[in-house]
């Protein structure tokens, strides 16, 4: 009986620990996102080669 109760506990708290590291993996995708965007304009912007976005023109 104790062992089946150990059982329930630790699948209960694996189960919140696999819900928590889950939102975790979210949040550092975001992150990893984010930064990755950080680091593509810093690029551009140390060669030179970084053009804010432009309004077209309009044709006359």
Known sequence: MSFTREFCTFTREFLHFTREFGSFTREFGSFTREFGVLLEN??????G???PPQKKKEAP
């Open 49 to 51: 080669t970084y053009f």
């Open 42 to 47: 810093s690029g551009h912007l140390l060669s």
